[in-house]
């Protein structure tokens, strides 16, 4: 296989959850993302050289680093003997909600595994990210790796390894995604949960999550409306966020087909049927928050997008 | 619409649950089922003149009996001051885990609304059948009822009213059912579940649900067998049916793809490619059985019949 000096690599990021689908669900949104930048270094195994765009937050020691984990999984995993030297630039908020550590994974594993030419399984990079993704959330759940990785919307389906399943996304569906300038760690919003949920609950979950997979299937926008419902994670999780049900009234009430918390949040996505819808939805959104005297920023996208690919590289530096 | 002086309706088992749809997944078998004769009668209200099959056991007065009450909430909906009197044949055992109740209140529903032409919806008559079958069960879940009226395979999106989604079948698909000559009371076995059940539990349950649906509608019969996974109500079940892991594995060795209990049991069921296959499962399955000295009757029957019908009349009688 072909062996470059450099590889850059972009992974987008992507809302998880999904309402109805904790845990099992999640779609890659056009942007922002993560970017990799992977050059041969002289040095056996994963090194550092820069991160930027965390404002110094992010850990610089390989194997705190997300993006450095999941590397160096890889290079493990292939018994390669290699040295590659990392530049990770983060392209989104951390913390926001939008699979911010898990772009950084599915960025740097892809990034390495084109430079040494590797030829990696999709199922091999996605395994490699997930190590990243236990360092960096305390639990490793491929809901937002797998689409950053795969792109699409996809399914999960918990298993040994999980089982990552595309579904078919109705032509012209767009999410709007507004983030209030608030922190919610992603840790802590797991503890919300407990560890056991009503039975009762957990059937309307069910039918929820099936009616949604049914909808996608049949193009049938109102029933992916009626079934985007989370009795789950979002009556636990919502009162992190101050004004989250205004947002959501607020969305609803300007045609979004559904809103909810994307991951665990504080982003709060709502889907569209169109574009034009979702950049409406957008605005409200972004005012309603502003009620709560919370600023936010916004984002509207496609929903299932292209998954991680590898970009020109920039000119030397 | 044109009314009759007599109407004489089917109604088919079904199975429900189908592993890892707990309350909200259900198809119709072809048979055996419920007959209800239904004849105009001079006293205002509902009667049960006749019920035979049951072994003297169901309960005849109207109010308690899961017929009567679904026929008696149909005549109250429609505002009816008409009298009808019901003869009930159960052509299935009771307690059998195959929807007995609801068949009954189906083809009770079914067999007044032809008689008197009162041209009920079905989302209508289900409501009727869901008042007979709280009577009968303690709780109402249309699990059974919707595929006995609707006929196919179903998913119900818990919501008041249910809303009931048809799925589609993958061609030739059958089911092979057993049932071992000892009985589960419905209400004892739900309680067996507990209120709560783990997250994780939960989460993998979500992802085998899904999972399913997307295998029915892409016809992917290696993703049905992947999700056909109970881990929620088979594991907490199972116990009540001697040998019940044994018959499951032999199923499954056989060519099964998948095998879990129908409803609450006793009966087991199990999905396979194809009529043949599903005889020769059917057999290993009784055979199953028997080495725990168990004996058993067994059917085959295509996934997801027609539901309730109207049958010609019986010579008179």
């Known amino acids: 296989m072909k062996t470059n000096s450099v590889c850059r690599a972009f992974a987008p990021a992507s809302v998880s ?43 610089r020691e390989v194997e705190r680093n997300t993006a450095g984990v999941a590397a160096q999984a890889l290079l493990d995993a292939a018994g390669s003997r290699e040295g590659v030297a990392l530049s990770l630039h983060k392209g989104m908020p951390l913390s926001s909600g939008l699979g911010s550590s898990a772009a950084s994974g599915v960025a740097a594993a892809y990034a390495v595994d084109r430079l040494l030419g590797l030829g990696a399984s999709q199922e091999e990079l996605l395994r490699c990210v997930m190590v990243g993704e236990k360092v960096a959330c305390g639990s490793a759940h491929p809901d937002n790796a797998a689409p950053s990785l795969y792109g699409g919307w996809v399914l999960i389906r918990p298993a040994d390894p999980p089982e990552i399943i595309p579904l078919p996304i109705p032509d012209g569906l767009c999410c709007a995604v507004v983030r209030p300038h608030i922190e919610v760690e992603t840790r802590a919003s797991r503890t919300l949960l407990g560890d056991a949920v009503p039975l009762r609950a957990a059937v309307v979950q069910w039918g929820n999550l099936g009616g949604l997979v049914a909808g996608l299937f049949r193009n049938d926008l109102e029933l992916i409306s009626r079934s985007l419902v989370d009795v789950i994670a979002e009556p636990r999780r919502a009162g992190q966020i101050p004004g989250f049900a205004r947002v959501k009234q607020a969305a609803l009430d300007s045609g979004a087909l559904g809103c909810s918390l994307s991951g665990s949040g504080p982003s709060i996505f709502a889907l569209c049927a169109s574009r034009q819808a979702a950049e409406t939805v957008a605005d409200v959104m972004v005012g309603a928050l502003a009620e709560e005297e919370l600023t936010s920023d916004r984002l509207v996208s496609a929903v299932g997008c292209e998954g991680v690919r590898v970009l020109p590289n920039s000119p030397a530096k």
Chains 1, 2 share one sequence.
């Open 17 to 59: 959850n999904v309402a109805c689908g904790f845990d099992v669900l999640g779609f890659a949104i056009e942007k922002p993302g993560d970017e990799v930048v992977a050059i041969r270094s002289p040095n056996q195994g994963v090194e550092l050289s820069k991160i930027d765009g965390d404002q110094g937050r992010l850990p």
